[in-house]
C-alpha cells in the first residue's frame, strides 16, 4: 500500500520552536557569549601554537557558526514561505546584522591562518582531519585577502549593501502577481503557476504567458536594471578592484576551487555546440507543424499528453527510482517528507522555485517545492532531493566540509532526475507519454545546459558593460544578441525577450552561479553513461563522490571518479550523448 503523502508547508520546529521562542532567545545569546570566549583565544594564534591548541579553536570555531546557521537558516526558510512577511524580513535583516558581526569578530583566525608562513601551515593542515581542506582552501584567497580592518568593513558594508539589495529585489519580484487568460477565465497567477503554462499544447496560451511574465518584468526593467548595475558594481569594486582577481569571474572560479581556463574551456564548447539544439529545435518545429520554432514554444509538449501526478503519486516514483538505484537513497530521501521538512504547498508570497537548505550537518535539510502536478514538478522533486541526498550522504563531516562546491552540487539531483525519468520511461505504456518525456529530457537539458552557459557568457558581457557605462536598455540589447547567437536560426525571438535577464535572480543573488548547472549536466551525462555500462560496479565510486561532500578539491574528487575537465573530449563527449539523443528522437 502507498504511504500518503500531504501536500503543505514546512515545520521549522527542528530548529526552533518559534520567531519569538526563548529558544531562539537563547541562541542568539549563546552566539555573544561563545563569540567572546574565542576573541580571548587570540594570543594562542603564533607560530609556536600547539596542534591540540589549533584543532580546539577550530572545534570552538565551528560551534559557534553551527548556531549561527540554525538562527540563520530559521529566518531566511521563514522568509521563505510567505516573502511578503514583514516580521520575517525583520528577522532575516536582523540575523544578517548579528552574523555579519560575529563574522568579524572571528576574522582574525582566518586571517592568522592565511598569512602563516607555509613551513608552519602544512603540519598543522596535515593532522586536521576532516577540516584539512577546509584550511587549505583558505589558503587559495591568501592573494586575494586584505588586511582585518578593510575585511570588517566590507563585512558590515554588505549588509546594508550588496545583501540588503538581494532581499529587495526578492520582496519586489516575488510580490508580482500574473493575469492570464487561461480557458476564458482570467486568472491571477504566481511566477511558478504562469510557467507551468509555457509547457501547455495550447500554442497562444505559451505565447500570453510569456508575454505576461516579460511585460510584468519589462515594465520594472529600468529599476531592476537599476540593482544589477549596483550589484556589478559592487562585485567589480570589491573582487577586481580590492581583492585583484584577474576577472570578475575568477573569483567565483576561486571560491569553486576550479582553475579559470576550465571553466573557459566549458563555456567554449557550449558556444561551439550551438548546432546540437539548433537541430532538436528544427526537429521539434517540424513536428509541430511549424515553420520556425518561436521562443514562446522550446517547451512545448510534441504530442497532447496532460499526464497529471498527485502528490502522493509523485513522491512515490521518485522514492522508487531512488530505491532502484540504491535502497538507502529512497531512506534518505524519506527522512526529508517524515521530519515534515518539506514546502510543496502553492501559495501567494511563498518564494518562487525551488530549492534545497542545509542548516547543519546533524540536521535533515529541507526542500522547497511549489507543487502542481506536471511531470516537470515531478522532476524538480527528484531534483532537489537529490540534493538532500547528497547533502545527508556527507553528514558525517564538519559544518565546513560537509557542503560539495557549486559545480559538483548539481551531482546527485541532476543524477536524481535522471533515475527518475528511466523509471516513468520504463513504467509508462501510451507512446505519446513517452515520446513527451523524451523530448522533455532535451528540454531539460538545453534549459540545464545551454541556456546556463549562455547565462554566463552574458554575464561576462554585462559585467563589462555596466562598468563602461552601459545604460538597462544598452544591456537589454546586448541580451537579445546572446539569444539569436544562442538560438541561430533555429527560432524566431520577440522583443519582449530582451528583459528575461532581469528575471533571472540568480545573475543578482550570486554572479555566475549559473554555469554549475552547466558544469553539473554535462559531468552528470558522463557518469551515468558509465553506470548503465558499468552496472553495480559503478554505484560505490558514485556514492564515494556524492559522500566525499567539500571535504577534498573539485578536481581530486573528479580525478577519483575517473574524470579529466581539463581535456576538450571530455566537455565535447557531452554534446555527442546529446547529439546522439536527437538522432533517437529524429528516428522516432
Known sequence: MTKAYTQKAWSLTDLFPAADSQELKAAIKELETRAAALETKRPLLTDKISQQEFLSLINELETLYRIGHRVANYAELWFAMDTQNQVALGLVARTEQLLSEIQNRTLFFSLWWKD?????AAPLMANAGDYRYWLEEMRHFKPHTLTEPEEKIINTKNVTGVSALNTLYDSFTNRYVFKVEVAGEVKELTRGELMSLVRSDDPDLRARAYQEL???????????GQMYQTIVRDWRNEEV????????ISARNLANDLPDEVIDLLLETCRRNTSVFERFFKLKARLLGVEKLRRYDIYAPVAKADKDYDYTKAAAKVLESFSQFDERFAQLAERVFAEDHLDAEVRKGKQGGAFCATATPDLTPWVLLNYQGKTDDVATMAHELGHAIHSMLAEHHSLFTQHANLPLAETASTFGEMMLVDRLLAEEPDEKV?????FKQMDDAYATIQRQAFFALFEKQAHQMVIDGASVDEISAAYMENLKTQFGDAVEVADEFRYEWVSIPHIYGVPFYVYAYTFGQLLVLSLYKQYKAEGESFKPRYIQLLSAGGSESPMKILADAGVDVRQPAFWQGGFDVLSEMVDKLEKM
Not at 116 to 120: F, S
Open 434 to 438: 513517452r515520446r513527451d518525456l523524451l
Open 214 to 224: 516579460y511585460k510584468v518584468y519589462g515594465d520594472d526593467a529600468p529599476i531592476l
Open 241 to 248: 578592484t580590492l581583492r585583484h582577481h584577474k576577472t570578475p
Open 116 to 120: 602563516l608562513a607555509d613551513g608552519i
